[in-house]
């Protein structure tokens, strides 16, 4: 490998390497897609001009890349990208990233550097600048920065103010980050911009104690906590996690012959799944486990879905549970027998709540 001054003297521009961001509507023309220019060629303003960086470099980070610079020059690595905006300017040329890179490489009295030619519109140039730290790490972005990049996009009119677009715009920017930044990040981004949200997330168990508090009407217990009222163990859960309260409640009816009743909330709602689809699929998957072991041999099911957590601001009364189990037509009730009418007139005393429970023995 080259140090950096032998590498801008001697290496084949063909052969540096070309970055794809056609995904987000970017692209390098065919013909040069990487340029050689020299540092006077290329307007620079790490101030005003990396707007997706909330913080700047450090001297320490500027360092550590001027070292690794000056040991040898990673030939496979990406370089820095710059736009052309006009034979009008002195410096014809605008940095869009690399500025760490580009500050280290000065330092070692380099006469230029190769650099990546970029296309697209300042939107897409920006999502470009904000995706770059995420692919190439030379440091990785801060949520901080995310939510700045993103709080921006709206205030530009890039996006619209809304928690559809900035998700959509932080998935597009951001495809490889955890959902658990994105449910942090934008959130906050919604509060800084004033955006109330048209739905309810409970982010941990206290903030569903808080509901249960301040809201229920009904009294619940939870955290595998015993509810001496209706003679059962209480536990909340978010969706997609049946299978773990499943063996938690078999493991409870077997120690104490006791059984678990359980409250279900949501993640937030999706073009394809509003919170009816998503409490729906809850439903049925219980009701799959139940088939599954009562297939095995297990007689009595011991758990009771009490309900879910109301979420939608609109449509839900924030006062109870959402029943998680359709009504049965006025046919099949008539033709239960009376040992069952018995059975299912006790539940509903027991849980003194809104027809939430289905038929379990």
Not at 186 to 208: A, C, M
Request: with cysteine.
């Amino acid at each position: 490998m080259a140090t950096p001054a032998e590498y801008f003297e001697s290496a084949d521009i063909n052969k540096v390497p070309v970055p794809d961001w056609s995904h987000l509507d970017v692209t390098s023309p065919t013909a040069n897609p990487t340029i050689k220019l020299e540092w006077d060629q290329i307007y620079q303003d790490d101030i005003t001009g990396n707007v997706t960086k909330e913080e700047p470099h450090t001297p320490l980070e500027i360092e550590s890349l001027r070292l690794s610079f000056a040991a040898k020059v990673d030939e496979k690595e990406f370089p820095p990208a710059v736009k052309y905006r006009g034979k009008e300017y002195a410096k014809p040329w605008q940095l869009v990233y690399g500025y760490g890179r580009s500050e280290a490489l000065r330092l070692l009295n380099t006469k230029g550097w190769f650099f990546t030619n970029l296309e697209g519109t300042e939107d897409a140039l920006e999502d470009v600048q904000a995706q770059e730290n995420e692919l190439l790490p030379k440091r990785i972005n801060e949520e901080v920065d995310m939510r700045k990049f993103l709080i921006k996009k709206v205030n530009d009119g890039a996006i619209e103010k809304t928690e559809i677009s900035i998700r959509a715009k932080f998935r597009k920017v951001y495809p490889y980050r955890r959902k658990e930044v994105e449910n942090r990040v934008v959130p906050q981004v919604l509060q800084e911009l004033g955006v109330k949200r048209p739905y309810i997330l409970y982010t941990s168990s206290p903030k569903v104690q808080d509901w249960i508090d301040n809201h229920s009407k009904e009294s619940y217990f939870i955290g595998e906590n015993f509810d001496q009222e209706r003679d059962m163990y209480g536990v909340v859960m978010k969706e997609g996690y049946d299978w773990r309260v499943v063996m938690n409640a078999m493991k409870t009816y077997n120690e104490t012959g006791k059984k678990t009743y359980v409250i279900c909330h949501c993640g937030a709602p999706t073009k394809k799944q509003g919170f009816d689809k998503k409490r729906k699929n809850i439903a049925a998957a219980f009701k799959k486990w139940q088939q599954i072991f009562e297939a095995a041999g297990v007689k009595e099911w011991p758990i009771v879905l009490m309900g879910a957590l109301p979420q939608d601001r609109k449509a839900d009364n924030l006062k109870v549970l959402i029943s998680l189990v359709e009504e049965k037509s006025t046919e099949e009730t008539t033709e239960n027998t009376s040992e069952t009418k018995m059975t299912k007139n006790q539940i509903k005393k027991t849980h003194r709540s809104e027809k939430f429970v289905e038929e379990f023995v």
